[in-house]
């Protein structure tokens, strides 16, 4: 079992920043990929970034290449996803989860474990 709870989402102005955390507990943190997803109003859930247990792989979906940044602590049991230069259609609620078994990273159905979200709006 793994218990997500993730914070730092809120109003934002069109580029403007945010840092969302994600804290997790239960298994061993170090031994699950992490993601950030979003889901807009009347949209499906979409990947947003991955990083894989050892920190040494990282995939973002294309629209956010360049201005979001993803990491994790394994000391602190947590991820984050630094964004910049936010963007009105980056408005959705976020988010993470955790993988506890291989597979490709931007897959929705390879996480078994999710938190609650976080809402992120930024206006224009």
């Known amino acids: 079992q793994v218990q997500l709870v993730e914070s730092g989402g809120g109003l934002v102005q069109a580029g403007g920043s945010l840092r969302l955390s994600c804290a997790a507990s239960?298994?061993?943190?170090?031994?699950?990929?992490m993601g950030w997803f979003r889901q807009a109003p009347g949209k499906e859930r979409e990947f947003v970034a991955a990083v894989s247990r050892n920190a040494v792989i990282t995939s973002y979906t294309d629209s956010v290449k360049g201005r979001f940044t993803i990491s994790r602590d394994n000391a602190k049991n947590t991820a984050y996803l630094q964004m910049n230069s936010l963007k009105p259609e980056d408005t959705a609620v976020y988010y993470c989860a955790a993988a506890t078994r291989g597979g490709r990273m931007s897959v929705v159905s390879e996480y078994n474990y999710w938190g609650p979200g976080t809402q992120v709006t930024v206006s224009s």
């Open positions: 239960g298994r061993t943190f170090s031994s699950v990929n």
